[in-house]
């Protein structure tokens, strides 16, 4: 039996962004909008390792039209700075897919900014990056791909206590940071169809996808491999639970390219538990379809990070 796959219509004229394209999911994702014919820029923090990464895409496909451009999700400065290139490049954007992300870090760390290391580069960097481009999707009708997790089932969007201040808890503050890419996603679609903003919005989750995210994040700062990273390598040699990354990307592929993903949609792995697997509308988090809460976590977000989307009635956004 054929693996599962994902058609992707031609893309050829198109222009996508995509974060965190070095690897990975984003990767993964760079390869297929560069195979199907699209011109990518790779939204990277490590210019030499997005350089390789290109090198490797180019030995398949040679005429692949892929660029870097430099960006900190964690600091908005930084998200700022690319915003501040692409607007003056004036190029409308058709495809933002906001991948990029950092998983457990064991020990609360703060930003330049003053943010909780895992909230600012999972959530509030595309918060203000998506902001900051919005005129150029305006102008392109252009659709927006979050990112999130199966983590968010268990976050929990902590309104007391948002920058885990009074608690860190490396996995809670991961889902948390999730729940609100998740969240984002939806009331993003909400707002744009309320504004008349012309984008389509929506979200992905990867399922058990093996990448290096898992080891990055809580390896952060340590020498040598604690307890829950132990714990971790074991889960990954249990190999009927994981998926690699080709097959990992395609929600993400058919939300951000298919002519069938709708605005607001969630999509991840159809298989058990939606772990691996084709492509299947995935099962929304409790909180993900509190509009109050969306509305809440928007207005938060707004104020950390000192972007504001154009205004839309609260009662116009159902």
């Known amino acids: 039996m054929a693996p599962p796959d994902v058609v992707v219509p031609d893309l050829t004229g198109k222009l996508a962004v995509i974060t965190g394209a070095n690897s990975g999911l984003g990767f993964g994702l760079t390869g297929r909008f560069a195979r199907a014919g699209a011109e990518v820029i790779m939204a990277v923090r490590n210019e030499s390792k997005g350089a390789e990464a290109i090198e490797k895409i180019h030995a398949e496909l040679p005429d692949a039209r892929l660029s870097i451009r430099r960006v900190d999700l964690a600091s908005l400065a930084s998200v700022a700075e690319l915003s501040e290139q692409l607007n003056a490049d004036g190029r409308p954007i058709d495809i933002l897919v906001n991948n990029a992300g950092i998983m457990a870090t064991p020990k609360r760390e703060l930003t330049e900014d003053g943010f909780e ?29 979050t990112l999130a997790s199966l983590a968010a089932r268990t976050g929990h969007i902590q309104f007391n206590d948002p920058q885990s201040e009074r608690f860190y808890f490396s996995w809670r503050a991961y889902g948390q940071t999730k729940l609100a890419t998740l969240m984002f996603g939806l009331e993003l679609d909400r707002r744009s169809r309320a504004g008349g903003w012309g984008i389509l919005a929506n979200s ?15 390896s952060r700062g340590r020498s040598s491999p604690g307890l829950p990273m132990r714990l971790g390598a074991l889960f990954h040699q249990v ?12 929600p993400a592929l058919y939300a951000a390219t298919s002519p069938d ?58």
Request: glycine fraction near 14%; proline fraction near 8%.
């Open 239 to 250: 190999r009927w639970l994981w998926q690699e990354v080709p097959q990992g990307i395609l």
């Open 204 to 218: 992905a989750h990867p399922g058990l996808t093996r990448t290096n995210l898992a080891t990055t994040g809580p």
């Open 117 to 145: 290391l895992q909230l600012a580069s999972n959530h509030l960097g595309h918060f203000a990056l998506t902001a900051h481009l919005l005129p150029l999707l305006r102008a392109a009708g252009g659709r927006v791909t």
């Open 261 to 318: 993903a709708v605005g607001g949609g969630y999509y991840g792995p159809d298989g058990f538990g939606e772990l691996t697997g084709g492509v299947t509308p995935a099962a929304m988090p409790r909180q993900a379809r509190d509009r109050e809460a969306a509305r809440r976590l928007w207005e938060l977000s707004e104020r950390l990070t000192g972007v504001t989307y154009p205004a839309v009635p609260s009662a116009n956004r159902a």
